[in-house]
């Protein structure tokens, strides 16, 4: 996805930056840390901001060696060959940033508690409810998350008739 076409794209981040740059500031401040809350606050967001101001700076760095690289480009041919990989890193980048701007759920960095139960349908539920149980218990493996069996009933049908589990990330997320 090309910046030039849309030289307003990353308008938002101006603020984004100012923003970094504002909380780091306070954080500097001692009088900050004797809020407890304020100063847990800050700090996540400063880290939710660190990524966007990397991803910012690493735009920034690969337009100025795009622009470079293509007006020495016509006097020495090793800079020629650079321009489509600095093309294609400068995509990348852009589209990282894009990416980094998209609003974030507070709640995506916090466990989810799944409940599987049978409920009416007897063994059939039972079965059900345990093969439901299995799929999402890899899906959260393959994903890296923890899981942790809270609660069981033992059934003649499945194995499990209830269950909680506690894993990180909301089960929407796919990335």
Not at 97 to 120: F, S, T, W
């Amino acid at each position: 996805m090309s910046t030039e076409n849309n030289p307003r794209m990353f308008d938002s981040v101006e603020a984004l930056l100012q923003e970094h740059a504002e909380i780091q500031e306070q954080m500097a401040d001692p009088e900050t840390h004797n809020d407890q809350a304020l100063a847990r606050r800050l700090g996540r967001r400063y880290a939710q901001l660190n990524g966007v101001v990397e991803a910012h700076k690493r735009w920034k760095r690969l337009q100025g060696d795009l622009a470079a690289a293509s007006e020495m480009a016509e006097e020495d041919a090793d800079f020629a060959a650079e321009v489509p990989e600095l093309q294609t890193a400068m995509e990348e980048a852009s589209e990282r940033l894009l990416r980094m701007l998209i609003p974030r759920d507070e709640n995506d960095a916090r466990d989810a508690i799944v409940e599987i139960k049978g409920g009416a349908g007897g063994d059939e539920a039972a079965i059900f409810a345990y093969d439901l149980l299995r799929m999402y218990s890899r899906y959260a493996d393959a994903k890296g998350w923890k899981t942790e069996l809270l609660a069981a009933t033992p059934s003649e049908a499945a194995w499990v008739q209830g269950r909680s589990d506690c894993g990180q990330g909301a089960l929407e997320r796919s990335g």
